[in-house]
């Protein structure tokens, strides 16, 4: 995978930490502007221990380049272990899926609580909806 610093650019963005408390708050994101799903695909078909080997790569690169080390391992280790337990791609990627949905709606309800907007659901499996508001 040649030079990983010109594969990943580095872009800002700024993002409000604290609604109506905090100024704007500037973190830097990597970018992998020239992926080649193409290139990683064929690799994955004919090659899977390197493919693996360079995923791995490309990840302890991002990780190792962040300013969250220790909270982004225990992310991919939970990431890999629901790789395993699920035992295929499409298990794994509902897994994923669901995972995901469960962080945003933590965070959705986060930013509710502190505009005064409680909301009573807090699983992927029944959303926030406007109509589901607690007093």
Not at 97 to 108: K, R, V
């Amino acid at each position: 995978m040649g030079n990983q610093s010109a594969m990943f650019p580095t872009a800002q963005i700024e993002v409000n930490s604290k609604p109506r408390l905090s100024p704007l708050n500037t973190i830097k994101i990597k970018l992998m502007d020239n992926f080649d799903f193409d290139s990683w695909t064929m690799l994955a078909r004919t090659a899977p221990d390197d493919f693996e080997q360079q995923r791995r790569a490309v990840i302890e690169s991002q990780i190792s380049s962040s300013d969250n080390v220790r909270r982004l391992r225990g992310l991919q280790c939970r990431i890999d272990m629901e790789r395993i337990c699920a035992g295929t791609p499409l298990k794994f990627c509902l897994r994923l899926s669901t995972l995901m949905w469960d962080a945003f709606m933590d965070l959705n309800n986060s930013l509710n609580t502190l505009v005064g907007k409680d909301c009573e659901s807090t699983s992927a499996s029944s959303h926030c909806s406007p109509g589901k508001r607690t007093k």
